[in-house]
Each structure stands twice: as structure tokens, then as C-alpha cells.
Nanobody, 123 residues
Framework: QVQLVESGGGSVQAGGPLRLSCAAS????????VGWFRQAAGKEREFVAAIEWIGGFTNYRNSVRGRFTISRDNGKNTVYLQMNSLKPEDTAVYYC????????????????WGPGTQVTVSS
């Protein structure tokens, strides 16, 4: 079993950057995709970005493409989400999770969710 913990959230003004980290522990010797999701107050959890553990293939939701970058450091068992040009609509709790399938974009295709980290973007 893999355990994930997010960090790096906070409050930032619109246009600013934040970098989120997703640290893995436990059975990190397994190879698996990792995804970032977010959930704004009163809304459903939505896919943000994902990265394959082998090959580094990445995928993004359209509204963050070009502003967010997902990357991973295999040696540190950590996945990062660099968020630039943040907008108020990016405000949400951000979660990382382990992908059960390659290329998944739905929450039910992920497992081992972290507790989340709050991102608040003010205008």
C-alpha cells in the first residue's frame, strides 16, 4: 500500500505561483501513475493533471494546460504540481492519488488519496 501526503498549499494573489508536493511512502517500489485532483466548495472533485511513473507521460485538464506543470522525482518518491498564473477559479482543496489505470481522469480510477492541501487565490 502507498500513502500520499500533499503539501505546499496556501494563499496567493491572482497571477502568482504555487508549487504543490505529493510525497509517497510505503510500497513506493511499485510503478504507478499519480494524479492531481481538486475540489472547490460545493463542487465535485475534478481532474487536474496526471503523470505516468514510467516514461513521464503527462495529461492536463484544458483549463490548466499551459499554466500548470506536473513532474516527478523518482529518487524522492515525490510528484510536484507547479502552478503559475493562478486564477481565483483555481481555489480548491488539491489532492493527489495513485492511478489504478493508465491515463485515468476520473476519481474512481484513483486510490490511496492524500488528505489534501488548500489553495486559495484572491483577486
Amino acid at each position: 500500500q502507498v500513502q500520499l501526503v500533499e503539501s505546499g498549499g496556501g494563499s496567493v494573489q491572482a497571477g502568482g505561483p504555487l508549487r504543490l508536493s505529493c510525497a509517497a511512502s510505503g510500497r513506493t517500489s511499485s510503478t504507478y501513475p499519480v494524479g492531481w485532483f481538486r475540489q472547490a466548495a460545493g463542487k465535485e472533485r475534478e481532474f487536474v493533471a496526471a503523470i505516468e511513473w514510467i516514461g513521464g507521460f503527462t495529461n492536463y485538464r484544458n483549463s490548466v494546460r499551459g499554466r500548470f506543470t506536473i513532474s516527478r522525482d523518482n529518487g524522492k518518491n515525490t510528484v510536484y504540481l507547479q502552478m503559475n498564473s493562478l486564477k481565483p477559479e483555481d481555489t480548491a482543496v488539491y489532492y493527489c492519488a495513485v492511478g489504478l489505470v493508465s491515463g485515468g481522469m476520473r476519481p474512481n480510477e484513483y486510490d490511496s488519496w492524500g488528505p489534501g492541501t488548500q489553495v486559495t487565490v484572491s483577486s
